[in-house]
């Protein structure tokens, strides 16, 4: 039997569950799961007959199994439990000036990239709006006296692979949870025909792109679906992108020892990045348990960083966070046991 979130429901669904109650008892309900993160069957203002019956109506999605924190306390890990035997992870980062949470938007991930531990366990299932939602409600709380500015769709799965729930739960995030654009991004693997549906529903929503690889052959290598939609497509779809939204691109190359952080792949990273006027994040490769490449060592990647700057391209070095808890970039898999591959991962 499949549960119904309260985060499910837009307002005029939550009415029609309400079956004919005046307005203020759903402004009332509203506020309190948007203004104060509360499921109704907790709210004390309502009579105790109609908390009972919602409680039996609207099932939260996400159970807590555990949480972790970060040696310096800035990261939180949130392990869920959800319904089906599935489990997920979100990542709450607290910066100076910001405070961002990291969502799943699937249970695992179909792609299969290999240096991704999300890759290696699998694909599960997809998360509902609610699930989705919930995570972001739950940040929000455990934020707190901060408030929760950004939220990134960088968990585990493939947001693009989820397209209608995520667009939905996008939407949701800006009208219900207030929001703005841009503070949302979405980071997809390149999947084309979402991109474009993307670039054509002209939201304000940030874009990143998990690049890797500037040249097919080894892009195909790092991240499969690369053969279904190489990188000229992704490129064009990510420039109709900025046409239609104003907005450039990110593009995100997790920077792995002797594989992408060569002088040639500068060049051509260069040349892909100036073309469709996309920003460059770089991340360290942070250690998965499945593949057994290093991450570039630093002073190799700020010189990597300057030679992109030199031929052009805006560049960021994106910080590692959270990697004391497996709570970094491509860390994500929620306890699953991961199959460690022979190899070297790496191109000879
Ligand atoms: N599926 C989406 C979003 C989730 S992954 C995507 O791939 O874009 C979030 C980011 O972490 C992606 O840019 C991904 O390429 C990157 N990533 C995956 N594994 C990583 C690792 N081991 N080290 C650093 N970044 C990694
Ligand atoms: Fe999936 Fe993204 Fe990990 Fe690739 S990097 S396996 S698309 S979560």
């Known amino acids: 039997m499949t549960t119904v979130s309260p985060w499910d429901l837009d307002r005029e669904q939550l009415a029609d569950l309400l079956d004919g109650a005046p307005k203020y008892r759903v402004d009332q309900i509203w506020k309190g799961l948007y203004e104060q993160g509360v499921h109704p069957s907790e709210l004390t203002v309502l009579p ?8 039996e109506k609207l099932t939260p999605a ?9 040696n310096d306390g800035a990261t939180v890990k949130q392990l869920w439990n959800l319904s089906g035997g599935a489990s997920i992870e979100t990542v709450l980062m607290h910066y100076s000036k910001r405070s961002t949470v990291c969502v799943s938007s699937q249970a695992g991930c179909a792609m299969g990239c290999g240096f991704c531990a999300t890759g290696q366990a ?45 667009v939905q ?5 800006m009208t219900d949870f207030e929001i703005g654009a841009r503070k949302i991004t979405v980071s ?12 054509e529903d002209e939201m304000q929503v940030g874009l ?12 195909t290598e790092l991240v499969p679906i690369n053969k279904q939609h190489p990188i000229d497509d992704v490129v064009a779809a990510a420039q109709l992108f900025r046409d239609r939204t104003g ?24 040349v892909v990045a100036n073309r469709s006027y996309a920003h460059v994040n770089l991340i360290p490769l942070n250690p998965t348990p499945g593949w057994p490449t290093t991450g570039t060592p630093k002073e190799r990647i700020r010189e990597f960083a300057s030679d992109l700057e030199d031929r052009g391209v805006n560049v960021t070095v994106r910080a590692n966070r959270g990697t004391d808890i497996d709570a970094a970039c491509g860390q994500l898999r929620a306890n699953h046991e991961v199959e460690v591959k022979l190899g070297t991962g790496r191109r000879n």
């Open 48 to 55: 105790k007959t109609l908390r009972e019956e919602l409680a």
């Open 62 to 70: 996400l159970e807590l199994a555990t949480e972790q924190r970060s």
């Open 122 to 166: 699998g694909y599960e299932r997809h998360l509902t709006v609610g699930e989705i939602l919930e995570q972001v409600v739950s940040a929000r709380d455990a934020a707190h006296p901060r408030r929760l500015s950004n939220v990134v769709f960088m968990g585990m799965g493939e947001p693009f692979a989820n397209y209608d729930r995520v």
């Open 169 to 173: 739960a996008v939407r949701r995030l």
């Open 188 to 199: 997809t693997v390149g999947l084309v025909p979402q991109m474009l549906r993307f670039a």
């Open 208 to 219: 990143a792109v998990s690049l890797h690889a500037a040249n097919d052959e080894l892009r």
């Open 247 to 270: 907005r450039r691109v990110s593009y995100e190359w997790a920077m792995i020892d002797g594989v992408n952080d060569r002088p040639s792949d500068a060049a051509e990273l260069a």
